[in-house]
């Protein structure tokens, strides 16, 4: 008891070290408490000089939330590593930070996505697509002449000293419209200055180009012959502008035809005929992706080739790779093969290079009538290796066995080794034969550590988009039917067709609704299938 | 999830980064922030490919001397700029300007993400053709450096005349296969898959079946398709006769189809500036003819532009004006261009000089009877059922006529939603 107390008080490492050891010991054993400290006062001050200046930024730009994640963050870091104990938690902290800011932040992201309309012509806020409208419809007049300008500033109001082609000088600002005034010209005859005004220089130009961009001087007191801007703030053009925001109203109206483009609910302006304004910005949609999912009938109109065809994919590019790859294992993990080394590099080399790489190789491989198959190994044959939809799926899992069993190959021979040479042995010595050990004996106890990595390949190959798209592009198409999906297309191909070759273009929202739908399968058949390889593991 | 990940993955970091590393990736300097400060401390941010920051260091430093304002270059790769931009503007941690493709523009203003620019008097000085592509719905956007289209390349030995008529060109070409001059009457790059619209659209074209009706402004009506007249139609018709008698096929990708050229074995090759280096290298002894009309009307191709666009939530719309107006757009800047990339300059003055070689002076000559390509957003839609109903005509699945027709009532209902 009264040895214990005492010692929780003191650093963990230094008494039951040092007391045999005699003092030398215990010295280094301090410097060693010192150093840890020191290192890490030093990687923690790094870390919240890093925080600080983040949440310095972050304070400038208005970003309260983020603010007050990163402050609460960086709070429970400190905790955790100042405090004395809670070992688990010093260990797992950065884990956890990497998993949150890479996985879940991701995954969150994409379900908050699939909510919203983001996609191309909704890709900002509404200030953005009020501000963008404006900006687009304005047109200079055509053929209108160019002032030579001068930007003057007198007490914090801007205004346009400018130059008309005649030589006359005339100055305005956005309240006053041009007006003739005496003013300094330079050489060329260009109005610089003018009393009671301050000139201003590029400098002082651009330091003030957010305000100077947006000044518009009206010509006239007439708002339909339009108001000088500046592109460039030494040069001013008479501008006129078809579209003008109410803002009262928060609506558009058409100078020209009078009509008005309110904002309709959908993220857009939009006139009584339906006709909307571009840009759109961001909404939030509730449900209306997942219904549009559902019902959308360029999905489901193939839906049942492409899900089975899916799976079929899926499953047979696994056991296809899996069969290849344990029979190469098993033949490498001879006792006797001479070489085995060198064999093995090669046999790993199709997992070392980029998978579409390999896909764009083979797409020229492949090719009918020059490709390398039908060219030189059938002698000039022409089979329509890509262009024929089942001879297509047939060269898709053919690359996709090329591509993966190196990786089969490694798990099983790592998996074979880790089996005791002496459980063979005693079935040999029962008077097993070969095969009837690899059945009854190895394969099984094979499948409890390789089962769980069949069940990620079969979830990563229901999703491997990189092979279709880069091979075959979902292809061959059959045209005559009218449907976008093609004799490969598995979902994940189907749903970038749609959700991003339709319509307006690119469907974020769209996209992320589906990929949780996918999601759902995917989990929904790997759980399945985990409880099933527990079941196998209680077996054994 | 493969699809969308990467882009949720930019704008989940950038707003993670926001915790992490908010002041490490923040532009050096806020600009506009301090407006009392008489002393302008911004940067001008500008993405553009490697091929071009060469170039743009030596105006950037320029810029800088002249004008006191540092342009920060940040090098991406060019397919990746228009949807990374998009996705990052929004945000405000977007660049100024980014250098980006004729045909980007409409996805560009859809989005709300790129600001007009006024070339003022200049734009009298940049080609006619250039500027309209710059252009969405009235307003100019970008300035543009180069112009490219394809034309009829001609290997002069196997064909020593210019054909007047496609057929012509069909005619010689078979009859120099015949002589064994020659093992393939015509070569275009064509893909298995996806055909190759934007190289077929000359002969299209001459068919008078252009994509959208041209409005009366010069631009194109994006609800109104024209593909679907009676000259499109006739389109398909060719396509299928030209595709059974092997003048186009599919199999002959772009790789390929330059390959068999380089080596002799075609006299007639329709494509761009960007192979006459590997053709000339190869030693082929060429001349670049305009594209012989299939239809009785003008081939005329698609021109491309390339240009740079300033962001609509650049807080420096005057610098980045100034750099793209009175530094980009001049004499010196446009020739550097075009001798780093090839491609002919879209600043008449440099478009002139470059006319000392031949090859772009041939190339010029057939683009301004071009048409830019379509910039309207609903161009994304159209290319793929384009490109694979010409894949099923040219290998004879079907009728041609109503797979035309099939693809056009599919373009429509998907640009009508």
């Known amino acids: 008891m009264s040895n214990t107390t005492p010692g929780a008080q003191q650093p963990l490492l230094a008494p039951p070290a040092a007391r045999p050891s005699g003092p030398r010991t215990a010295a280094r054993s301090h410097a060693q408490t010192v150093r840890g400290l020191l290192i890490k006062i030093a990687l923690l001050g790094i870390v919240d000089a890093i925080a600080l200046f983040a949440m310095f930024i972050l304070v400038m730009r208005e970003q309260w939330l983020v603010f007050a994640i990163a402050a609460v963050v960086t709070v429970i870091i400190n905790v955790i590593y100042l405090r004395p104990g809670r070992l688990p938690a010093k260990y797992l902290a950065p884990g956890v930070f990497f998993l949150a800011v890479f996985q879940i932040f991701v995954v969150g992201y994409s379900g908050y996505i699939a909510f919203t309309n983001y996609g191309d012509g909704h890709n900002s806020t509404k200030e953005d697509a009020i501000e963008s409208i404006i900006a687009n419809s304005l047109t200079r007049v055509p053929d209108s002449p160019t002032y030579r300008l001068t930007v003057v500033e007198q007490f914090g109001t801007y205004g346009f000293l400018v130059t008309d082609p005649d030589g006359e000088t005339l100055l305005g600002t956005p309240e006053q419209p041009l007006e003739e005034v005496d003013a300094e010209e330079d050489s060329t005859g260009k109005a610089v200055s003018v009393a009671g005004w301050t000139s201003l220089g590029f400098g002082d130009l651009l330091a003030n180009q957010s305000v100077v961009v947006d000044l518009s001087v009206p010509l006239s007191d007439d708002p339909n012959d339009g108001a000088l801007r500046t592109p460039d703030g030494s040069s001013a053009y008479v501008y006129t502008s078809d579209l003008v925001y109410d803002e009262s109203a928060d609506s558009f109206t058409d100078t020209t035809g009078g009509e008005v483009y309110v904002d309709g609910g959908d993220g857009a302006f939009v006139n009584e005929a339906g006709r909307e304004l571009q840009p759109g910005w961001k909404i939030d949609v509730g449900f209306e992706n997942f219904q549009r999912a559902f019902t959308n009938e360029d999905i489901r109109g193939p839906l049942l080739s492409v899900t089975l065809w899916t799976f079929a994919f899926a499953i047979l590019s696994v056991a296809s790779t899996f069969v290849l790859g344990l029979f190469l294992a098993i033949v490498f993990n001879a006792p006797h093969m001479r070489g085995k080394k060198i064999y093995r590099v090669i046999m790993v080399l199709p997992y070392a290079f980029p998978g579409f790489l390999s896909a764009l190789v083979f797409l020229g491989l492949f090719n009918e009538q020059f490709g390398f198959f039908n060219q030189v190994l059938l002698g000039g044959a022409s089979i329509p290796w890509l262009t024929d939809p089942w001879l297509a799926k047939f060269s898709i899992l053919f690359v996709n066995l090329w591509l993966g069993f190196p990786y089969m190959f490694l798990i099983c021979t790592g998996a074979l080794q880790s089996i005791p040479e002496e459980l063979s042995e005693a079935a040999t010595v029962d008077g097993a034969k070969p095969f009837a050990v690899f059945r009854l004996i190895k394969f099984p106890l094979l499948l409890v550590s390789v089962a769980p990595l069949l069940i990620s390949s079969f979830a990563f190959n229901f999703n491997n988009f990189n092979l279709i798209y880069m091979l075959t592009g979902g292809g061959p198409r059959d045209i005559e039917a009218g449907v976008d999906a093609g004799a490969t297309d598995i979902l994940i191909t189907l749903v970038y067709k749609v959700a991003f070759g339709e319509g307006t273009g690119r469907d974020y929202g769209l996209a992320s609704a589906f990929a949780i739908l996918i999601f759902l399968i995917v989990a929904t058949v790997s759980i399945v299938s985990f409880r099933q390889t527990k079941a196998l593991e209680e077996l054994n | ?417």
């Open chain 2, 1 to 417: 999830m493969k699809v969308t990940s990467r882009s949720f993955t930019i704008t989940g970091a950038l707003a993670m980064s926001a915790i992490v590393l908010a002041g490490c990736t923040a532009p050096a300097g806020e600009p506009g922030e301090g407006s009392e400060e008489p002393q302008f401390e911004g940067s001008l941010t500008v993405w553009v490919d490697a091929d071009r920051a060469g170039v743009l260091e030596d105006v950037a430093a320029a810029f800088e001397d002249e004008r006191g304002v540092s342009v920060e270059l940040v090098t991406k790769d060019f397919g990746a700029i228009r949807d990374e931009f998009i996705t990052q503007a929004p945000t405000g941690n977007g660049p100024d300007i980014i250098v980006g493709a004729h045909d980007w523009l409409g996805k560009l203003v859809q989005n709300g993400v790129v600001s007009p620019l006024e070339l003022g008097d200049k734009a009298s000085e940049f080609q006619d053709v250039a500027v309209t592509a710059m252009s969405y719905e009235g307003q100019t956007y970008g300035l543009p450096y180069s112009v490219e289209n394809i034309a009829l390349v001609r290997n002069v030995d196997i064909a020593p005349e210019a054909p007047e008529t496609f057929d012509d060109l069909i005619a010689a070409g078979q009859a120099a296969v015949a002589e064994g001059a020659a093992e393939y009457p015509f070569l275009v790059g064509l893909d298995p898959a996806a055909a190759d619209p934007y190289h077929l659209y000359p002969l299209q074209a001459s068919f008078g079946a252009p994509v959208f009706e041209i409005t009366a402004d010069g631009t194109y009506d994006p609800t109104t398709l024209a593909l679907g007249n009676e000259g499109g139609e006739a389109f398909a018709v060719k396509l299928r006769e030209w595709g059974q008698a092997g003048i186009l096929n599919t199999n002959i990708s772009g790789d390929i189809a330059r390959e068999e050229f380089v080596a002799g074995k075609s006299g007639y090759f329709l494509t761009g500036p960007w192979n006459i280096p590997a053709i000339s290298e190869g030693g082929i002894n060429y001349a670049i003819d305009p594209i012989p009309t299939a239809g009785g009307e003008t081939a005329t191709p698609f021109v491309g532009v390339q240009g740079f666009y300033v962001s609509s939530e650049s807080e420096n719309q005057f610098a980045a004006n100034e750099f793209l107006v009175n530094y980009i757009g001049t004499d010196e800047v446009q020739t550097a261009l075009y001798e780093v990339g090839g491609r002919a300059p879209a600043l008449l003055s440099a478009f002139e000089a470059a006319q000392s070689d031949a090859d772009v002076a041939a190339f010029g000559a057939v683009g301004a009877e071009g048409v830019p390509m379509p910039n309207v957003p609903a161009m994304d839609v159209v290319w793929s059922d384009w490109g694979s109903t010409e894949v099923a005509i040219i290998n004879g699945q079907g009728d041609p006529v109503e797979l035309w027709r099939a693809m056009v009532e599919s373009i429509q209902s998907k640009i009508t939603g």
